[in-house]
Structure formats: structure tokens, C-alpha cells
């Protein structure tokens, strides 16, 4: 990205003050999300943002992280350096200004980045606020500067401590325990972000290495992350499993209004819409004007090809924007000078001038790909008006649903054994494998909070399934009724209403083996592609019931694993023989009885709920069309690395 801008010193006077940073350890939530697991991560996102800022800016081309053994983090660049000189509003180095004072950063002077990505700039003085320990160390200009804080606070002033032909920072930072619920970092979890800002950012190389855990060889677990063709990497990544209709993904760039836009377009054979929009890197789970643009214009320029080629004349209904849009895997990504965010989670784009932006660079590439591509075009349409019927089928299917469950009275399925409460925010409801543990489930659940929902064998594989043949699975239609949800408004054909939703806790409780791993998974595929509203609001979990029971005379304790149960006969034995050591392995929920299936899996007391969320939506997109697809090389590769369990039939 050249511009004038890269002519300019960068230095302390570019860096721009706007407040303290007093109230960041008091309430963290409010500046980082939260303080589980998602939180801790997105201290590592804003310190690899400052990076990407770097790299957009045209000033780095490398950047590392490592997971180090005590779960620090080192985020290192090749870029710039943060100035090291005088600020000359603070009277203080910059570098410290950058650490310590909240929303001051390179990134709102419009002369140093002419965009950037991050927490709204809040970005690495939260981190070190949030951190025990933090070190800054920077190669700028020949010499090497370093700086180390506790919490936020620094421990001297920033001084030189050396020379060097290299340029760039490095930031080592451990977070602070008595903040975060979790320290514990997810090595796929921050490699799957490091992918994604690799497709989103090409040319950029990313490193990333788990210092905690050697392979068989003695190296450190790691991957590296390198696109040259952007987008249209990303889009081939996500389809990797799916049966294209292109040869290659549509690639559109263009700027329109000072707004720079990036698409990466593919149909596939699949039933499912999969859009994932970023605004400077960051993914805007939620939308926003971007996609409103991107939607506009697929579904004015298609229309108008079909209408002209005649292509719809058969159908004997209306065309809606949803059938343009099914099979669909595409990537928007646009540059927002100062992007302003809506939502619950500050993820949707509110900018009006990017949906003009949007629709006017994709309606003019579209129009001349069509032209040029007229046998890829046919089979585009094509796709569509089978999309049409389907969904014509589809909603004749859901409103039978709908209306079988209006008419029979109550409208909730015979199986579901309800609680007396009406509150859906005191409500929960478990998704029970098989009618033998449904029983037990009843008899131990508290009957006040607490309905179960016995589902008899596998549901659906939806991944794999027309949308009206799911509206006919008798499992499927339990779970509408019994969750008291419709789909379908006036805007959206697809969208979930969930205004009536009967519980707000909605948790999958299955085996703990293989097959119940199977059903989880078949159950989260049909909540992500076709409730996934339900999963943003945090509303499904799964539940985590006992492996084993270990007794010895009257102490008993519950294990969850093989290293669980294999810690407390030693605990157990106390040194001694583990004679009187009696090791009962649940096959299933139902040989638990309803004490100890209350004790364990329901009592809020002592139990452990997961909580399902969608960090990247990407990734999940692709791990669940990957493992429910038709393809069986990349599923075998990611089971027998993620197993959990000995001989899996994959």
C-alpha cells in the first residue's frame, strides 16, 4: 500500500495521547471481551495487530509468536521499532507512552497508518496492564532499547542496552493469573487466527511455536503461515473438502470512495450460505453495511444474467436473495480508515459509505466475470433455481412443522419432559442420547429448572442433507418444537426468531466415548448451519459426565479421563497396593443411577459445563464441513491428531 505516507518520519511526535489507563485492571472485561479463555487470547491478537499495522503500513514482512513453557507469550516483528525518542507532549519516551497510556498508538495519526486493525487502539497497554510481567525490547535505528513493567507499571525508565543491524519489536508478556480465569493457551486456537491474518494480509509470513510440547523428534510443535494469492487461498482452504462448481474462485479488488475492497468468491455443491467478513483484519461475526453491499449487488447482478438469458423462465415461483446464496463460500474483506462498530460484541460494521463502496466494485467484476464466463455463469444459475426449489420445499416442510405444533395445543413433543418454569433465562433443557438415559435424566434432574429432550439414535447429518428432508427428521422437529423457535421473517427466509425461545441453557448430553463424540458433533453441525444465532448468544453447552467412578471402602471420586483416573488410585493406594481399588468404567449415561447422574452431569453445584462458542467462524466452517463432509483423507488426518480415544472406526 504506497502512499505518502510511508515518505514521512515515523516518530514520538506521531504518537497521539487520548486518555489513562487507570480502569483497565478494574473492570478488564470491558476493554478485552472477558477474562476466560477468549479474553486471554485476544491479548495475543493485540499485540499481533501492532504487527499486521506494520506490515499494512508496508514495514514488515515477518512475525513470530511462540506459546513459551510457562504460557508466556513472545510476539516478535521485523518491522519498524515503536520510537524510542521523546514524546514531546508527555515528556517521556514514546515506547512508554505506547506501553502504559491507553488509546495512545501510531494508529490514529492518519500520517503513520492509514488504517489499522486492534481493539480500537486500546491494543498493547491493555496487555500490559493485564500482564505480571511484561518486556519491550526494540531494534530501531542501529541500537537496542529495552523496557520491562509489572502490571503495567514500568520497572525503570527505557534504556539502551546495545547495538544491532536487525530492526523490529519484541514483546514478551505472561498474563496475570489473578485476573484470568485460565493462563493456559490453545496452540490451534491462536494457529488458526495466525492463518487466518495470513490469508487476509498476502505476502505477510507468520511463525508460530508451542515451547511447551516436542514432537518425537525434539522439535517444538509449529507452523508457518504464508499466502501469496490472499483471498482466494482463503476461500480455497474452506472449500479444501467441498465439490466446486468454478474452477477457481471469482477474485475481485478495487477502491471505491477511498475505501479499498477485497472478494473472494466459490460455489459449491453444499446447502449452506458461508460469508465470513473482516473490517482491517478483525472478523465481524455479525456483519454490517459490507455485507449488506456484497449481498445487493450478488443478488442485482445474478438476477439480472438470469433474467436476461432466460434461465428462469421454468420457475413457477419468485426468486428470493437467499437462493443466490446457497453454496456460496465467500471472503469480504475491506480497509475502513476509522471503522465505526455496532452490536453486542462490537463486530458489526456500521459505516454507511462501505455498502456503496462494496456493491459498486462487486456489480461491475461481477458483470464482466459473467459475461466473460458464460459456462461458469450457467452453472451458477443452475445452482440457484435448484436452491429455489429446495427452499420452496423447504418452507412447505417447516411451516408443517410450525403448524403441527401450533395445532396440537401445547406444540411440544411427547418425548420432552418440561420443567415447571417459565422463565427461559432460569430454563435449561438437555439433549439426552437414547431413551435409557432420558429416564435416568428425568429421575435425577430437578424438575423445577431442569426439562430433558431424549434424542433416539444419530440425528441427521445436515451437512450432507437438502434443507426440506431436515425439516422431516423426526429428531429435528423435536428440537424446533421443544426450543419453541420458528424460522423465517419477512426479511430473511432462513433467519432463526428466537423471541420465543424456551430456554436461554441448552445443553448436549451424550456418552463419553466415540459414539457420543459422533452425536455432539452431529447435533453442534445442525446448531451451527442452521441455529448458529443461538451459539453467538451463548446459549448451547455440552455437558461432561464421569469416564469412571474410583472407589476404595467409603472414598469415592469421579474421573473424566485416563490421567484423571490414573492420579486418584494413586491417591487412592497413598504410597501403598491399590488391593480394595475399585475402578467401574461408565459405558454409558444410563448405568449411572439418577443420584449419581445429578451429583456429576445436572447439580449447578458441582457439575462442568462447556460453553460452545465461535472464535473463528472461518475455522469452524471448514472443521465441520471437513468432518461431515464426503471427503475422508483430511477427516482420518484430523481425528487420529485430535483423538482422544484408542482404535476410532473413522
Known amino acids: 500500500m504506497s502512499t505518502e505516507v510511508e515518505k514521512k518520519e515515523y516518530g514520538a511526535g506521531n504518537i497521539q495521547v487520548l486518555e489513562g489507563l487507570e480502569a483497565v485492571r478494574k473492570r478488564p472485561a470491558m476493554y478485552i471481551g472477558d477474562v476466560g479463555v477468549k479474553g486471554l487470547h485476544h491479548l495475543v491478537y493485540e499485540v499481533v495487530d501492532n504487527s499486521i499495522d506494520e ?50 498508538g501510531g494508529k490514529f495519526d492518519k500520517d503513520t497508518y492509514k488504517v489499522s486493525g486492534g481493539l480500537h487502539g486500546v491494543g498493547v497497554s491493555c496487555v500490559n496492564a493485564l500482564s505480571e510481567d511484561l518486556k519491550a525490547e526494540v531494534h530501531r535505528n542501529g541500537k537496542v532499547f529495552v523496557q520491562e513493567y509489572s ?46 491474518l495470513s490469508f487476509l494480509n498476502k505476502g505477510i509470513r507468520l511463525f508460530i511455536e508451542d515451547r511447551r510440547e516436542k514432537d518425537d523428534e525434539g522439535n517444538y510443535l509449529s507452523h508457518e503461515f504464508h499466502s501469496e494469492n490472499g483471498l482466494v487461498g482463503f476461500v480455497e482452504y474452506l472449500d479444501d473438502t467441498r465439490e466446486n462448481l468454478l474452477n477457481e474462485p471469482i477474485y475481485i479488488e478495487g477502491e471505491k470512495d477511498g475505501v479499498p475492497v477485497e472478494v473472494a468468491i466459490q460455489y459449491n455443491t453444499s446447502y449452506s450460505e458461508n460469508v465470513h467478513s473482516y473490517v482491517n483484519n ?37 426468486i428470493s436473495g437467499d437462493d443466490f446464496r446457497e453454496g456460496l463460500t465467500a471472503v ?29 466494485c462487486l456489480s461491475k467484476a461481477l458483470n464482466i466475470f459473467l459475461e466473460e464466463n458464460p459456462k461458469s455463469a450457467k452453472g451458477i444459475i443452475s445452482k440457484v433455481v435448484l436452491a429455489a426449489q429446495a427452499r420452496n420445499a423447504a418452507r412447505k416442510a417447516r ?19 418440561d420443567c415447571s418454569s417459565k422463565d427461559p433465562e432460569q430454563s435449561e433443557i438437555f439433549l439426552v442420547e437414547g431413551d435409557s438415559a432420558g429416564g435416568t435424566a ?77 452425536i455432539t458433533t452431529l447435533i453442534l453441525t445442525f446448531f451451527f448451519r442452521y441455529m448458529k444465532v443461538l451459539v453467538e448468544h451463548g446459549y448451547i453447552y455440552i455437558a461432561a459426565p464421569p469416564l469412571y467412578l474410583v472407589k476404595k471402602g467409603a472414598q469415592k471420586e469421579y474421573c473424566w479421563d485416563d490421567n484423571d483416573r490414573d492420579r486418584v488410585i494413586e491417591k487412592l493406594a497413598n504410597g501403598g497396593k491399590k488391593d480394595g481399588i475399585h475402578v467401574q468404567r461408565y459405558k454409558g449415561l444410563g448405568e449411572m443411577n439418577a443420584d449419581q447422574l445429578w451429583e456429576t452431569t445436572l447439580s449447578p453445584s458441582t457439575r462442568t459445563l462447556r460453553q460452545v462458542t465461535i472464535e473463528s467462524a472461518a475455522e469452524a466452517d471448514y472443521v465441520f464441513s471437513m468432518l461431515m463432509g464426503d471427503d475422508v483423507p483430511p477427516r482420518r488426518e484430523f481425528i487420529e491428531s485430535h483423538a482422544k480415544y484408542a482404535n476410532i472406526d473413522i
Open 151 to 196: 502490571k503495567g507499571i514500568p520497572k525503570y525508565d527505557v534504556k539502551e542496552v546495545g547495538e544491532t543491524q536487525l530492526r523490529g519489536t519484541t514483546v514478551h508478556f505472561k498474563p496475570d493469573a489473578s485476573i484470568f480465569i485460565t493462563t493456559e493457551y490453545n496452540f490451534e486456537t491462536l494457529s488458526a487466527r495466525m492463518r487466518e
Open 399 to 417: 411451516e408443517m412443522v410450525q403448524r403441527k405444533g401450533v395445532l396440537s395445543g401445547s406444540g411440544l413433543p411427547g418425548k420432552l419432559a
Open 282 to 318: 478483525i472478523n465481524t461475526i455479525e456483519g454490517g453495511t459490507h455485507i449488506s453491499g456484497f449481498r445487493r449487488a450478488l443478488t442485482r447482478v445474478l438476477k439480472s444474467y438470469a433474467d436476461k438469458s432466460g434461465l428462469l423462465t421454468k420457475l413457477k415461483f419468485d
Open 332 to 360: 469480504v474483506s475491506v480497509k475502513v480508515a476509522e471503522p465505526q462498530f455496532e452490536g453486542q460484541t462490537k463486530t458489526k460494521l456500521g459505516n454507511s459509505e462501505v455498502s456503496g463502496a462494496v456493491e459498486g
Open 442 to 518: 428425568k429421575q435425577g434432574r430437578d424438575r423445577h429448572f431442569q426439562a430433558i429432550l431424549p434424542l433416539r439414535g444419530k440425528i441427521l447429518n445436515v451437512e450432507k442433507a437438502m434443507e426440506h428432508k431436515i425439516y422431516e427428521n423426526e429428531e429435528i422437529k423435536n428440537i424446533f418444537t421443544a426450543l419453541g423457535v420458528s424460522m423465517g421473517t419477512e426479511e430473511d427466509d432462513k433467519a432463526l426468531n428466537i423471541e420465543k425461545l424456551r430456554y436461554h441453557k441448552i445443553v448436549i448430553m451424550t456418552d463419553a466415548d466415540v459414539d457420543g463424540s459422533h
Open 55 to 104: 506490515a499494512l503500513a508496508g514495514h514488515c514482512n515477518n512475525i513470530w509468536v511462540a506459546i513459551n513453557e510457562d504460557n508466556s507469550i513472545t510476539v516478535k516483528d521485523d518491522g519498524r521499532g515503536i520510537p524510542t525518542d521523546i514524546h514531546p507532549k508527555e515528556k517521556k519516551s514514546a515506547l512508554e507512552v505506547v506501553m502504559t497510556v491507553l488509546h495512545a
